[in-house]
């Protein structure tokens, strides 16, 4: 048997936290949580599980998680975010793992991750399917995460395994926060990484990804729902090529 560190980022996370922390707690032989400035309830209930978070100014995804697993003391590390609830199969799975010997170092495990949107489980949102599989569980000597500037990945690892269970991602409780969050990852997306200013390429982009993500990816199965993840799609894939041209043509003058 091998102990287990689990990492959390949270965020004005007051609205799903306990969810998340309570089965988390049933495998963490060490829980840490990094915060970036939480002005709701999120400390008072890390608190009543008996965590202190540690502050850390957001920068990027990958970058907040590598912090965490710096934090840690075992090798073994699980990364979750406040808004992912794993269900009972997915405990007592990990309890497995941890039961037996301790894997290769190169060795990781994804977890199967469903996607709800406004309440509602679908087919996808921009750029990913649902479910997808995300690698989580990993020992820290192997493997950390990108600097992606958005939908960052670990990486470092040789093989993986997926742990039998279901983690719900209950993301974009509102239309507020999918429109909220759009104008962050795609601003986030121009400053750390280049993107070419072409409105012509924007339009296309949308157009392309209107078809992919609505129609072939099946967003359209998910009615009222599909049409508002079709739309962030549609905008995501035109503001990223907006903001680059806007940021460029407001150098020139």
Same mark, same amino acid.
Request: charged share 25%; with cysteine.
């Given at each position: 048997?091998?102990?287990?560190s %689990?990492c %959390?980022?949270t965020?004005?996370?007051? !609205?799903?936290l306990k969810d998340v ?7 963490a ?7 970036s400035?939480s002005?709701?309830e999120?400390?008072?209930?890390? #608190? #009543?599980?008996g965590?202190?978070?540690? &502050?850390r100014a ?5 970058? #907040? /998680?590598?912090?965490a ?5 075992? #090798?073994?590390?699980?990364c /979750?975010?406040?808004d992912e609830?794993i269900?009972q199969?997915?405990v007592?799975e990990? +309890?497995?793992? +941890?039961?037996?010997s301790m894997?290769?170092?190169d060795m990781a495990? !994804?977890?199967? !991750?469903?996607?709800f949107?406004?309440?509602?489980e679908v ?10 599989y995300?690698v989580?569980l990993?020992?820290r000597?192997?493997?950390g995460?990108?600097? !992606?500037p958005?939908d960052d990945?670990?990486?470092?690892? $040789?093989?993986t395994a997926v ?9 974009f409780f509102s ?6 969050k759009?104008n962050?990852?795609t601003?986030?997306?121009?400053? &750390?990484k ?6 012509a ?7 392309g ?11 359209? +199965?998910?009615?009222k ?6 739309t962030?799609a549609?905008? &995501?894939?035109?503001?990223? &090529?907006l903001?680059a041209w806007?940021q460029?043509?407001?150098? $020139?003058h």
């Amino acid at each position: 048997m091998f102990p287990l560190s %689990v990492c %959390v980022l949270t965020f004005n996370s007051a !609205r799903l936290l306990k969810d998340v922390l309570l089965p988390l707690k049933e495998i963490a032989d060490e829980l840490i949580i990094v915060d970036s400035g939480s002005s709701d309830e999120t400390l008072d209930i890390c #608190q #009543q599980f008996g965590v202190t978070p540690v &502050y850390r100014a957001y920068t990027t995804h990958g970058e #907040q /998680m590598n912090y965490a697993i710096s934090l840690v003391s075992n #090798q073994w590390v699980l990364c /979750m975010d406040s808004d992912e609830i794993i269900d009972q199969k997915t405990v007592e799975e990990i +309890k497995k793992i +941890k039961s037996g010997s301790m894997p290769a170092p190169d060795m990781a495990f !994804r977890i199967s !991750r469903h996607w709800f949107v406004l309440g509602k489980e679908v087919h996808n949102i921009y750029p990913v399917t649902s479910p997808d599989y995300p690698v989580r569980l990993f020992n820290r000597e192997c493997v950390g995460f990108n600097s !992606r500037p958005v939908d960052d990945a670990a990486e470092g690892y $040789k093989n993986t395994a997926v742990i039998a269970g279901f983690v719900k991602h209950d993301t974009f409780f509102s239309i507020h926060e999918v429109f909220n969050k759009l104008n962050g990852y795609t601003t986030r997306l121009v400053k &750390y990484k280049r993107v070419k200013p072409s409105l012509a390429r924007g339009l296309f982009s949308a157009f392309g990804s209107f078809w992919k993500w609505y129609i072939f990816k099946n967003g359209w +199965k998910d009615g009222k729902v599909g049409v508002v993840t079709g739309t962030y799609a549609v905008a &995501y894939s035109f503001m990223k &090529y907006l903001k680059a041209w806007y940021q460029n043509d407001d150098k $020139k003058h």
